[in-house]
């Protein structure tokens, strides 16, 4: 292998560490001040946490748009809606039962279906991402966090506010170095990524549904997996479908706001594929209110099939 790959590989990984690591400065920054601030732990999950798991395909997205990688700004993020549901739920499924919260059941996954049907309808209508509709992802964005608010608050736990890890100074390091981390890390992703795809003949497409979508979806996987262990099972599926959201609404809404995304038909199967996965998780969860051992085996089946098809198409 080519020495220069080597080093562009060794950026990526450093790449990825920045990114998940400013991740988590951000949100125990973020977090420490909401509390502080008495904001209801509740809607610090809904908003600070799910923003923060999808900082990193934001990162990747906004840099890719901001610099011309179009391909991969939206790859990303097909790539890591598809990995979130597919590895995520699926792997999690296979370690343990999955139980669906009701909320989560009859009003956010329906509302990610929606978004999901919404985001490909945007890009079939003239295969492009433009300003206008960035715009009005992100509108659908700031109303839906308005909407979770308001439903929250009117909750049980609306009262429930969450110790202060970090005091007023600490927690603005906290978010001032997660930030920089998100930014630097989001710039040597793209960058490499970008690189080893031409070194190897890759088109810029599949690095940004494989690698990193990946990368930038390793946050999800490592909440999930964590949550699952400490045996909150519901949480996978609120953290899958609010970082789903997040990613379709704020990270494409923003990149394409941004700069006008053009895309190329050949996405075409991988935009259905990702409306498929989504219908599909939708499907299992509204026919027994869980996911279980047989789901997550077929769901992780689904994405290595994904996987072996986007590599040989390429």
């Known amino acids: 292998m080519d020495f220069s790959i080597i080093i562009q590989v060794v950026l990526l990984l450093v790449g990825f ?14 977090s ?3 509390s502080l601030l008495r904001i209801p732990t509740i809607i ?3 908003t600070i946490v799910a923003f923060g798991t999808s900082a990193p395909e934001a990162a990747v997205s906004i840099t890719s748009s901001i610099t011309g990688s179009n391909a991969m700004a939206v790859s990303n993020v097909i790539g890591s ?3 979130n549901i597919l590895m995520v739920i699926g792997l999690s499924a296979l370690l343990g039962e999955l139980l669906m919260e009701k909320n989560t059941l009859n009003k956010d996954l329906p509302f990610l279906v929606g978004i999901t049907i919404l985001f490909a309808a945007f890009i079939l209508i003239g295969w492009n991402i433009s300003n206008i509709e960035g715009i009005i992802l992100l509108i659908i964005l700031i109303a839906y966090i308005i909407y979770l608010i308001f439903t929250a608050r009117k909750s049980d736990d609306a009262d429930v506010v969450e110790k202060p890890k970090l005091s007023l100074p600490k927690s603005i390091i906290f978010i001032i170095v997660g930030l920089a981390g998100i930014v630097l890390g989001g710039d040597l992703v793209v960058n490499s990524a970008s690189d080893i795809a031409i070194a190897l003949g890759m088109s810029e497409t599949l690095v940004g549904l494989t690698i990193v979508a990946i990368g930038t ?3 999800e996987l490592v909440t999930s997996l964590t949550a699952l262990k400490k045996g909150e099972n519901q949480l996978v599926i609120g953290n899958v479908i609010g970082s789903n959201i997040f ?3 704020f990270v494409l809404g923003a990149s394409s706001a941004i700069s006008s995304i053009p895309l190329d038909s050949s996405m075409l199967i991988d935009v259905i594929f990702m409306v498929i996965v989504t219908v599909i998780c939708f499907i ?3 026919t027994q209110d869980k996911f279980d051992k047989r789901e997550g085996a077929i769901l992780v089946t689904l994405f290595i099939v994904y996987m072996a098809f986007a590599i040989l198409r390429n």
């Open 17 to 30: 560490v920045f990114l998940i690591k400013g991740s988590d400065f951000f949100v125990d920054g973020a």
């Open 32 to 34: 420490s001040i909401a």
């Open 44 to 46: 610090v999950g809904l």
């Open 81 to 83: 809606n598809m990995f």
């Open 217 to 219: 979806s390793l946050p």
């Open 247 to 249: 990613n379709i609404l």
């Open 284 to 286: 299992f969860g509204k």
